[in-house]
């Protein structure tokens, strides 16, 4: 899972420290197979990766820094 190798971090509880949400709610976004835009922002806030990239794999890794 992207997030996950963004956050590094190896578990789902972690990621779920991480974005400050229940780990069950990591569990349930995986099942759905769909990640809320919310917790793509603020990993990108936090580790400099380009959101578009978390969420499909595609474009470039890193936001460009201005």
């Known amino acids: 899972m992207r ?3 963004a956050s590094a ?3 789902q ?4 420290a991480c974005v400050g949400i229940a780990t069950q709610r990591i569990t ?4 759905r197979g769909s990640i809320p835009d919310v917790w793509l922002y603020k990993v990108a ?3 400099g990766y380009n959101v ?3 969420k ?7 936001q460009a820094i201005y």
Do not use: S
Not at 13 to 16: F, Q, R
Not at 28 to 31: D, F, L, Q, T, V
Not at 56 to 62: I, V, Y
């Open 3 to 5: 997030l996950m190798d």
């Open 9 to 11: 971090v190896k578990t």
């Open 13 to 16: 509880t972690a990621l779920a």
């Open 28 to 31: 349930e976004a995986i099942n």
């Open 45 to 47: 806030l936090r580790t």
């Open 52 to 54: 578009e990239w978390l």
């Open 56 to 62: 499909t794999g595609r474009g470039e890794k890193m």
